[in-house]
């Protein structure tokens, strides 16, 4: 099953172009592919590439011999005029990441905006809750951080609307064990400053414009939510180590065995 659905893909600002051939073309089975970037985070412009992240699944030989495996492949082209930038990671290296605090991985799994599923996608991510713990809250502090500099660097709103999103999506995630990289629904979520709606509307127009913000004003409120984020880590009810090891390493077996 691929699971496509072109409606929600194109309602989060997807181009038209039917991205599963893309998906289609890989060497090796995919067991899932789904959106990530811009377009997960809620505030694509006309000029965000289409960032495709997934699994995909090495014959058993090439792990056990001498070769080292293609454990992880990344690809960028064209197609129908739309810059695509595919990454996808072998099973196993996947699910070790999952079990690494990685957010990125966590966020990727459980996109809606799915271009490729199998039963493998559900089983995965239905171990989610079993992998997420409190220290989670490190990979998106230090998110924040790298965006942050970035942004003091260059002034560009992309930058500074990711320091915004990790640091949402990081408190929400203490606070309630959900994962949620959709900026725009975060605002609902957990509070935060007013102006966002405008930043997220400025982005959509230009992709790479400068912001046009109080700096001083916005270093305080990326400060007062760095804070909010210590606080929401110290009284989370996320565990201080994932449960779900033993499950995961049955489902890499059962899964590359099948």
């Known amino acids: 099953m691929d699971g496509y659905d072109g409606t929600s893909l194109r309602a ?9 051939p893309a998906i289609a073309e890989q060497d ?18 006309q000029d965000s590439d289409v960032d495709l992240r997934g699994v995909h699944l090495l014959p ?9 495996p293609d454990e992880t492949r990344s690809r960028i082209w064209q197609r129908d005029g739309i810059e695509l930038d595919l990454v996808t990671h072998d099973l196993r290296k996947f ?3 999952l079990l690494r605090r990685n957010g990125y991985v966590l966020e990727q799994l459980l996109s809606p905006l799915v271009v490729r599923t199998s039963e493998a996608h559900a089983e995965l991510a ?39 999103r990790v640091l949402l999506t990081g408190i929400h995630l203490m606070r309630s064990g ?13 509070a935060a400053p007013g102006y966002l709606p405008d930043l997220i509307a400025a982005k959509a127009a230009e992709e790479h414009g400068v912001a046009d913000v109080d700096d001083t004003r916005v270093r305080g409120d990326v400060e007062a939510l760095h804070a909010v984020l210590d606080a929401a880590q110290d009284g989370s009810g996320l565990p201080d180590a994932p449960g779900a090891h033993d499950a995961l390493h049955d489902f890499v077996v059962r899964t590359r065995l099948a």
């Open 178 to 190: 959900q994962v949620q990289a959709h900026l725009p629904s975060l605002l609902s979520q957990v």
């Open 12 to 20: 989060a600002g997807l181009p038209e172009t039917d991205l599963r």
């Open 95 to 97: 699910v070790r990441l």
């Open 60 to 68: 058993t030989a090439a792990l056990v011999g001498l070769r080292e």
């Open 28 to 45: 090796d089975p995919v067991l899932f592919a789904t959106v990530s970037g811009a377009h997960l985070y809620g505030f694509p412009s």
């Open 126 to 164: 239905s171990l989610v809750p079993g992998v997420l713990t409190h220290h989670h809250a490190h990979h998106y502090r230090g998110f924040a951080h790298t965006q942050w500099r970035l942004f003091e660097k260059t002034s560009e709103l992309k930058p500074l609307l990711y320091t915004f």
